[in-house]
Every structure is written in structure tokens, then in C-alpha cells.
């Protein structure tokens, strides 16, 4: 896999790690990262931790771990969403519409990008993708006729 030598690729690629591995320090997430291309200090890495929100958090299976926001170890509704995902949705959302796959959500001047990146990083099944203005978040399901379910989903999170 080619990894291009950015911070925001390098921490993009942590969070993939962490989502995907079991990851109980910081040298064994170095030498992931070593294995993918990416070679980072101690200190590097550390400071990517912090700014990505990772965590150290207990796993039933391997004792404390490494976790981002939305890692299944810390999602804590019955829905498998992240509680911080659902208040920003109870701070944040103003209106959810939709038509056929699409919804658009509407949030305070300059929270889309914000909202958008939640939504993106949630790893929730249904949606394709996202779309933000400063906003204006435009959410693509995969469902072809997905968006009405899925803006009731948001409006249910934002009550």
C-alpha cells in the first residue's frame, strides 16, 4: 500500500489501524506503521495519538488498547454509534430531509465540515458517503431508497 508522507495520511492511517487491530502500545502501532511504509518517531506518533483523540481504553479480549471515537470498544448506544456522534447530532442538527438516497442535513454557519466528518468516520453501513458546505451536509446512503430511514435515524439522535 502506498501511503503519501502527510500528516493528515500518516493519521488517517493510524485510525485505520486502531479500527482494525487490537493495538496495546505505541511500538507495536510504530511497527505497523514501519510494515505499511511509514516510518515516525516516538514522539511523532505520540502527538498524532492525542490529536486523532485516541485513547487507551479496556478490551475484554486484550486488556487496554488503543482506541479512536468511533472504535467499537467505546460506542456505547445499542446501535453500534459512538455517544459523541449522537450529541453532536443533539448540538448540532437543525433540519434532516431526504430524497431517494440522499439527505441533506442542516447545521449551525460552520459546523458541516465538522458534522460531515463524524458521519464519515462512524463507519456506519448504510451511508456511502458525505458531502459538507459550511452548512449543509449533503449524506449519500448505499440503499437507493435509504435516505428517508436514514434522516429519521439523525432526527431520532438529535431528540
Known amino acids: 500500500m502506498a501511503i503519501p508522507s502527510t500528516k493528515t495520511a500518516r493519521q488517517a492511517r493510524i485510525i485505520d489501524l486502531l479500527s ?62 459512538d455517544a459523541r456522534m449522537i450529541s453532536l447530532f443533539k448540538e448540532l442538527l437543525i433540519t434532516a430531509e431526504s430524497s431517494a438516497n440522499l439527505v441533506i442535513l442542516r447545521t449551525p454557519p460552520g459546523a458541516a465540515q465538522f458534522l460531515a466528518s463524524s458521519i464519515d468516520q462512524s463507519g456506519i453501513d448504510p451511508i456511502l458517503g458525505t458531502i459538507a458546505g459550511d452548512d449543509t451536509v449533503l449524506v449519500i446512503t448505499r440503499d437507493p431508497e435509504g435516505g428517508e430511514e436514514l434522516a429519521g435515524r439523525f432526527l431520532d439522535w438529535a431528540a
Do not use: F, M
Open 20 to 81: 482494525t487491530h487490537r493495538v496495546r502500545s505505541q511500538a507495536e502501532l510504530a511497527q505497523l506503521l514501519t510494515d505499511d511504509g511509514v516510518k515516525v518517531t516516538q514522539a511523532t506518533l505520540s502527538r498524532d495519538l492525542v490529536e486523532i483523540g485516541a485513547e487507551r481504553v479496556r478490551d475484554e479480549k486484550s486488556g487496554l488498547i488503543y482506541a479512536v471515537p468511533n472504535h467499537p470498544v467505546r460506542r456505547s448506544s445499542t446501535d453500534g454509534v
